[in-house]
């Protein structure tokens, strides 16, 4: 299927969905109170599964209320994590002990997504993203402080970078969504579509495995909220937002930058990180075998030293 016959589709059927009856819960992601309710037990549940102790905290932006999920030794360096799309910040739990025990943890739910940020305002843009953020990385004080981003939270933190005064130091994108190039295997990605227009069990399984090549090693307790936050999340077209970075925009990137992709990606290729070294100034790129677009739980071991290796 031609690219640009799929994002045309994409567009009309999201449209469809936001056209369809008004429902008498005000909410930016879910449809009602009882599925919203819902989806925040199982969060609550999936959450538990960092094993580490936490704290939960919820500030107020100019967009409206942020979560953020606090973790590791205060005199540690600031560490951010921007989740993937629908994945929260519970997706971490794979990663987050190596991760925080030198670090101290940021995790920030995004406001348009399944989680626990809640959005007033109307659907952010680009600008408004790099106010959001900023705001809460001002709440925290934070400077020169490290990013570890995942998908759609990979296309975040690379506009933050592009930003000419940011605080950042050192950012790992994990297979950052439209960042370098757009969705590399068009086809085999709309089951995620599909799933998010016509949820059921049998979609979902269709879509992990698209998605990872070990979906067995996703904890059952993480599987359910996420199947919950593709089930009651009301369909938003943002991700046709999310155009690739211009050559000028990644060269403008001054940071270190590790980008990390699975050799079973639907959503990269060598592409991506060809143009990943070709354009970023202190860029490093890596291919992880036997891993798929949720490389951070398929090959949680391999990541975790990369990511602390170049962190460290």
């Known amino acids: 299927m031609p690219k640009i016959y799929f994002r045309i589709l994409l567009l009309i059927l999201l449209t469809g969905c936001a056209s369809t009856k008004k429902a008498k819960f005000e909410d930016y992601v879910f449809k009602t109170k009882s599925e919203k309710t819902a989806y925040i037990k199982s969060y609550d549940k999936a959450l538990k599964l960092w094993d580490i102790p936490y704290t939960e905290e919820d500030i107020r932006t100019t967009y409206g209320t942020a979560h953020v999920i606090m973790a590791g030794p205060k005199n540690g360096k600031d560490l951010v994590l921007l989740h993937g799309m629908d994945a929260s910040s519970t997706m971490w739990y794979p990663n987050i002990k190596p991760l925080a025990k030198n670090h101290r943890i940021y995790a920030i739910d995004f406001m348009m997504e399944p ?136 060269k403008s990137i001054t940071n270190p930058v590790l980008v990390l992709i699975g050799d079973h990606d639907v959503i990269n290729s060598e592409e991506s990180l060809e143009r990943a070294n070709k354009y970023l100034i202190k860029g490093k790129t890596q291919i992880i075998k036997d891993a798929g677009h949720f490389l951070s739980i398929d090959q949680s071991k391999v990541v975790n030293n990369a990511m602390i290796d170049f962190l460290e």
């Not at 959001?132 to 020169?144: A, G, P, R, V």
């Not at 757009?182 to 998605?211: H, R």
Request: proline share 4%; net charge positive.
């Open 115 to 250: 989680g626990k940020s809640t959005l007033i305002s109307k659907p952010l843009s680009s600008e408004d993203i790099v106010i959001l953020y900023n705001e809460i990385f001002d709440h925290y004080k934070l400077k020169k402080f490290d990013i570890v981003a995942a998908s759609r939270g990979g296309w975040i933190a690379t506009l933050l970078a592009t930003e000419k005064r940011n605080s950042i130091d050192k950012i790992v994108l994990l297979s950052p969504a439209q960042t370098f190039k757009f969705i590399d295997k068009v086809g085999k990605t709309t089951s995620a579509l599909m799933l998010k227009l016509f949820p059921s069990e049998k979609k979902f399984g269709k879509t992990l495995t698209t998605f990872s090549t070990h979906p067995e090693k996703i904890s059952p307790v993480y599987k359910r909220q996420f199947y919950l936050a593709n089930k009651y999340a009301k369909s938003n077209s943002s991700m046709l937002k999310m155009h690739p970075f211009s050559d000028d925009e990644l």
